[in-house]
């Protein structure tokens, strides 16, 4: 069942997910050769209740952090550790909050000093790839055009899509219908309606599209070991066009000083 969001609980939303965006700026600011994974974890879990918010992530099907941490070849739902950045990778960092019983979502991936400029390219494309999608998250569109619009950016680059992860409703809870893939065919799927609420979260690899979870059973990585991105806004789908409810302002704002 799809849940439509009165303005009212877009405005809700809204909130969450600029609390997310906020938690995801002062991490921007520590993520620095050297730092552990589970420092960054530390200083969103703080920031988010110091907010008066409640980590997302905790306790969903029993995930152990506030933030999912995901470095070089792992792709999504890294586990915070003793792991500590190096100059060269890149890191995903997936956050999640409720707040007033609402949920934010939203994700972006660092690099850590200088990277190659093959890997440049990825996070650059994948992040188009999120806009693309976004693009297509208007009323009267189908779930299908959002998938479209992300695969073939991203496979006209030389990349390829994970299709085993998805983007999802968001509401009172974290994930809600619909499923929103990355990849699909133009006037295909669900319809999209004004009110309709939706993390659209393209997942790119560098290489090969596979992935399979580790031993930790959360982890999941590049069968080949090549490098993934990951890039996620939360938004409400819109007449004319999305209005994009999470926020990379305060990432970018530190990244630019
Ligand atoms: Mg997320
Ligand atoms: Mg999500």
């Not at 799809?2 to 993520?31: A, P, W, Y």
């Not at 200083?43 to 506030?66: K, M, V, W, Y």
């Not at 939360?234 to 066009?241: D, I, N, P, Q």
Request: charged share 25%.
């Amino acid at each position: 069942m799809i849940f439509l969001k009165t303005q009212e609980e877009i405005e809700l939303l809204r909130e969450s997910n600029r609390l997310v965006g906020k938690t995801l700026g002062e991490i921007s600011k520590h993520i620095l050769p050297g730092v552990s994974t589970l420092e960054l974890d530390e200083i969103a879990e703080d920031f988010i209740r110091s907010e008066g918010g409640i980590p997302g992530f905790l306790g969903q099907g029993g995930f152990p952090n506030t933030l999912c941490i995901s470095i070089n070849d792992e792709v999504v739902h890294g586990i915070p550790s003793s792991r500590c950045l190096k100059e060269g990778d890149i890191v995903s960092v997936d956050c999640g909050v409720v707040k007033n019983g609402f949920y934010g979502d939203s994700a972006y991936t660092f690099a850590v000093g200088e990277i190659s400029e093959e890997v440049k390219k990825l996070l650059q494309v994948t992040r188009h790839c999120l806009a693309l999608g976004i693009g297509q998250a208007v009323a009267g569109k189908r779930v299908g055009d959002i998938g479209h619009a992300i695969q073939s950016h991203a496979e006209a680059n030389g990349f390829s899509v994970v299709k085993e992860l998805v983007g999802h409703g968001v509401g009172r809870s974290l994930h809600e219908e619909p499923q929103i893939p990355n990849y699909g065919r133009e006037g295909q799927g669900c319809k999209l309606k004004t009110g309709m609420v939706i993390a659209i979260e393209p997942i790119i690899n560098l290489g090969e599209r596979g992935v399979s979870r580790k031993t930790d059973g959360w982890t999941m990585a590049t069968r080949d070991q090549l490098p993934a991105a990951h890039f996620e806004h939360t938004v409400a789908v819109g007449k004319g066009e999305a209005d994009i409810l999470s926020t990379f302002e305060f990432i970018e704002d530190n990244l630019l000083n």
